[in-house]
């Protein structure tokens, strides 16, 4: 049993404990909250939010921890998956162990210790991949993968509840920076141009590209360049460098042995009164109806995993993530984050059109699962 190797490397103080806070309520924040309060700098407020963290992170590091325990299909007791649980617990054990916070001083070093709690996470998301494809190896290959959804929901409630705990604490940790760029309040930017990050994000995609096959389509952005709003510029980067990644891996492997011009990928970004709307759009072929619903599952990937039991997971976040598959599934989580979604509608034998909605008013209540 996975809660029996628990008990071996912790003790059952701290287990009782996390159980405890587990079952406390969380609290959400909006992104408009966070960009109020952060640009309302003083050290008091840096305190109020360190006192506020060091109250909720434990909350909601306790409740995944929990999950880890009692995963179905002996996926508890992959290594992998004990290894992100140990992750989980040291951080729940660090917070707790921290003494209340009253001055400036304490705050800081709060500060400290919970960047280093974000640095321990940062190979969470291969490493559970990993646990799955450790899963996966064991299965009955009969096995229809519809009978794992209670795995596909337990990773969408993980991953989501990882992205609110990461920008609680990168948020935090980035008001400290004493020369922030300007209309930026922490992780948030008040005047982002998504055109400006929508051509930023592909020409990242295109380099991908042209390393693996050496040429890469046109990627051709529509919008205007002027309009701005607030939002999380990293999130918005990831989730455009997925989609534009997708839309030109399907181009180029149609085009590849054609004598044709491989046809641009068109991005439009459109302002709405509610959302913003980016539309990515490709002519690589479409998918199948019958494989609509895969693509946003973690258990289906076609794509090589780059990851084995011996690979070093190196330091970075989200650089590997074209290999295992995650990348759709976790897109549309980032935006569903802030009050959004991710559609993708798909013409079998023309392409695929992918519409990325972004809340623009801000008042969204973070998911907390």
Same mark, same amino acid.
């Given at each position: 049993?996975?809660?029996?190797?628990? #008990?071996?490397?912790?003790?059952?103080?701290?287990? !009782?404990?996390?159980?405890?806070? =587990?079952?406390?309520?969380?609290? =959400?924040?909006? @992104?408009? #909250?966070?960009?109020?309060?952060?640009?309302?700098?003083?050290?008091?407020?840096?305190?109020?939010?360190?006192?506020?963290?060091?109250?909720?992170?434990?909350?909601?590091?306790?409740?995944?921890? /929990?999950?880890?325990?009692?995963? %179905? #299909?002996?996926? &508890?007791?992959? %290594?992998? /998956?004990?290894?992100?649980?140990?992750? #989980?617990?040291? &951080?729940?054990?660090? @917070?707790?162990?921290?003494?209340?916070?009253? !001055?400036?001083? $304490?705050?800081?070093?709060?500060?400290?210790?919970?960047? @280093? /709690?974000?640095?321990?996470?940062?190979?969470?998301?291969?490493?559970?991949?990993?646990?799955?494809?450790?899963?996966?190896?064991?299965?009955?290959? *009969?096995?229809?993968?519809?009978?794992? !959804? $209670?795995?596909?929901?337990? @990773?969408?409630?993980?991953?989501?509840?990882?992205?609110?705990?990461?920008?609680?604490?990168?948020?935090?940790?980035?008001?400290?920076? %004493?020369?922030?760029? %300007? !209309?930026? /309040? =922490?992780?948030?930017?008040? *005047?982002? &141009?998504?055109?400006?990050?929508a051509r930023n994000a592909s020409e990242d995609a295109r380099c991908v590209c042209l390393r693996e096959y050496g040429s890469a389509p046109d990627v051709n952005v529509y919008g205007d360049p002027n309009f701005t709003f607030p939002y999380v510029p990293t999130h918005l980067h990831l989730m455009v460098f997925e989609l534009v990644k997708n839309s030109l891996r399907a181009v180029e492997e149609r085009f590849m042995d054609s004598d044709k011009l491989a046809p641009p990928i068109r991005i439009i970004v459109a302002d709405g009164l509610e959302d913003v709307t980016i539309k990515v759009s490709d002519e690589g072929g479409g998918i199948p109806r019958s494989g609509l619903p895969r693509i946003f599952t973690y258990l289906y990937s076609t794509a090589k995993n780059p990851l084995d039991e011996q690979s070093d997971l190196g330091t970075g976040d989200m650089a590997t993530m074209a290999g295992y598959g995650y990348g759709l599934p976790i897109s549309r989580l980032y935006a569903r984050y802030f009050g959004g979604d991710l559609q993708i509608i798909s013409m079998e034998g023309y392409g695929t059109d992918a519409y990325l909605h972004l809340s623009r008013l801000g008042d969204s209540q973070e998911p907390l699962p």
């Open positions: 049993m996975a809660a029996k190797k628990l #008990y071996d490397s912790f003790s059952k103080a701290l287990i !009782d404990e996390v159980h405890r806070w =587990g079952a406390m309520k969380q609290t =959400g924040v909006t @992104l408009r #909250y966070m960009m109020e309060f952060g640009s309302r700098f003083t050290h008091r407020n840096h305190i109020l939010a360190a006192q506020f963290l060091h109250k909720e992170l434990p909350i909601r590091i306790a409740r995944r921890a /929990i999950e880890l325990e009692s995963l %179905p #299909y002996g996926l &508890s007791e992959k %290594p992998a /998956i004990l290894k992100v649980r140990d992750w #989980y617990l040291d &951080s729940f054990r660090d @917070l707790r162990s921290f003494p209340d916070i009253k !001055d400036q001083n $304490d705050e800081q070093e709060f500060t400290k210790m919970i960047n @280093l /709690i974000k640095v321990r996470h940062n190979n969470v998301v291969p490493t559970m991949a990993l646990g799955v494809q450790q899963l996966k190896k064991g299965l009955d290959p *009969k096995l229809d993968y519809q009978d794992l !959804d $209670d795995i596909h929901q337990f @990773l969408d409630r993980f991953y989501m509840s990882r992205i609110g705990i990461r920008m609680l604490i990168g948020q935090h940790v980035a008001l400290h920076e %004493p020369n922030p760029p %300007p !209309d930026r /309040i =922490g992780y948030i930017h008040a *005047k982002m &141009s998504p055109v400006e990050v």
